[in-house]
Each structure stands twice: as structure tokens, then as C-alpha cells.
Nanobody, 124 residues
């Protein structure tokens, strides 16, 4: 079964950009929608965005729409989250998750395989 592996997090300043990556380990993202979620100790896990298989459709949380963009490389089995104009409220652990469905979804329950997360900290 596929194991998503996130990378690319770090400590940045307000207004900076990051590219988060989600790679498929031990399997493939073929046929799977991939979602991104984030969580802080103060807040429940929050939907960030989702990209369908093979990548025609995307959906984003209102809080990141216009600043974050998802794309996927279906040959390399990697999904990218481009996070621009970062704000302190974007800080958190970012998780990617693969679905057994091709369709985008905001619901964490639609995703079966979860990564361990990558920390993003945006300082003001």
C-alpha cells in the first residue's frame, strides 16, 4: 500500500513561499486523489486543498484560495503544494493523504493513506 511522504516544510517569514512535496513510497498515487490538511495544537485538522486523478480538478479552502496551488507529476508520483504569500496563521503541520477515489474531497474521511507531516512555521 502507498505511504505518502511529505517534505519541504520549514521556518519562513510572512510573505515568503514554500513548495511542499508529497511523494508516494511503497506504491503509487495512480488513480488517487490527493489531499492536503494542516493542524496546530490549538486547532483541529483543517482541509487545505485536494487534487483529482489525473489532476484536472482542484479545490482549496477559502483561507488559502488564490495563494496556494496544487499540481502533480504522475510520472514521478509526486504532488506539490505551492504555498505563496504565507501568513502566520498558515503555520502548522501539513499532512498529505491519498484517497482510493479519483475525485477531490474536502473530507478527511475520504482519504485512506496519510503521511507523517511536515512542519511549516511562518513568523511575523
Amino acid at each position: 500500500q502507498v505511504q505518502p511522504v511529505e517534505s519541504g516544510g520549514g521556518v519562513v517569514q510572512t510573505g515568503d513561499s514554500l513548495r511542499l512535496s508529497c511523494a508516494a513510497s511503497g506504491g503509487t498515487f495512480r488513480g488517487s486523489a490527493v489531499g492536503w490538511f494542516r493542524q496546530t495544537p490549538e486547532k483541529a485538522r483543517e482541509f487545505v486543498g485536494s487534487i483529482s486523478w489525473p489532476g484536472r480538478n482542484t479545490i482549496y479552502a477559502d483561507s488559502v484560495k488564490g495563494r496556494f496551488t496544487l499540481s502533480r507529476d504522475n510520472i514521478e508520483n509526486v504532488v506539490f503544494l505551492y504555498a505563496n504569500s504565507l501568513k502566520p496563521e498558515d503555520s502548522g503541520v501539513y499532512y498529505c493523504a491519498a484517497s482510493t477515489s479519483q475525485l477531490i474531497s474536502r473530507s478527511s474521511g475520504q482519504y485512506t493513506y496519510w503521511g507523517q507531516g511536515t512542519q511549516v512555521t511562518v513568523s511575523s
